[in-house]
């Protein structure tokens, strides 16, 4: 079943016709989220006009974290599945997980310095989002160190399913430890506690990072798929068939295992 | 009115944090997608290549 909806050449059409309106509503929503968040957004009674930096801080660090839990799940179906499609999914995701945690902890320094009077402390939260960090360049790294591109991709995967383990410390550290991080004010049980005035340029800078990541994940696999293609091109001498029923010669030769399914 | 615009420029006294902040957003960000959208084009045109070679269509 995943095969079906997830093969390559299926991907190849879909992600064609979104890949336009992905980028051009996330340039949009993005744009009216940073006047909504520099320029209407009132200041905070105790931060002053640093809480201007939250807008970007905290969608920053949800992106870091969904895109971990992504970066992961494709892993695991594509070590369960070997499916080619779920692997280039979480090698492409992988790149944008660490420039979105690298924002986090980059913005987080700039408006520590001011309110805390430290660049940086080693607090629990921040301590785990730096190891979240680490995660994202440890996975990179394995992924790419391979010739064969699956072969890294594997090695990779696991190293991913091993890290999720420092999600749900990332998430809780400001609730299991007595952190210098705020606790959550959003996303917490009985509702968030924030006023709706920066309530709405939160979710307006949240969404546009979302597509954000959308439109870039989209195109690192496209891009991944035609370097594939490209690759199995050349390695095989021959000539592939033309697009899209070429994108099939890429699932791997060896049998499927269907247990049971 | 330049007044006005070179205090809201200085954000309360936080203008180099707060402007650092979406400085760097801008940059790593803008920087990932003009990187994307290279590594897109070229594997476009590499792809392009070989096919031409090998004599097949688009």
Known sequence: ????????????????????????????????????????????????????????????????????????????????????????????????GAAFTF???????????PMW???????????????????????????????????????????????????????????????LHQPASVVRLGGPRIDIAMLVPLLMMSTGFLLLFLALAMLHMRAALNERKALAMRLNRVPAPASPAGFERLAPARPAVRGGA | MTGEVSRYLAMGGYAAFIWGAYGVALIVLGGLAWQSWRRYRASISALDRLQREFGTGR
């Open chain 1, 1 to 96: 079943m995943i095969s079906r909806f997830a093969n390559p050449a299926r991907f190849m059409r879909i992600s064609a016709a979104a890949l336009p309106w992905c980028s051009w509503s996330a340039l949009a929503v993005l744009s009216a989220g940073l006047y909504v968040a520099l320029v209407v957004a009132p200041p905070d009674y105790q931060q002053g006009e640093t809480v201007r930096i939250m807008y970007v801080h905290v969608p920053a660090a949800w992106m870091a974290l969904g895109i971990y839990m992504f970066v992961a799940l494709a892993s695991g179906v594509a070590l369960v599945w070997r499916h080619p499609l779920a692997e280039i999914a979480a090698g492409a995701a992988a790149p944008i």
């Open chain 1, 103 to 113: 924002v986090c902890l980059a913005t987080g320094s700039l408006w520590g310095r």
């Open chain 1, 117 to 179: 009077g430290a660049w940086w402390v080693w607090d629990a939260r921040l301590t785990s989002v730096l190891i979240l960090f680490f995660l994202y360049l440890g996975y990179i790294a394995l992924v790419n160190a391979f010739d064969e591109p699956s072969r890294g991709a594997r090695a990779g995967s696991v190293l991913a399913l091993v890290g999720v383990v420092n999600l749900p410390i990332v998430k809780f550290s400001v609730d299991w430890w007595n952190t």
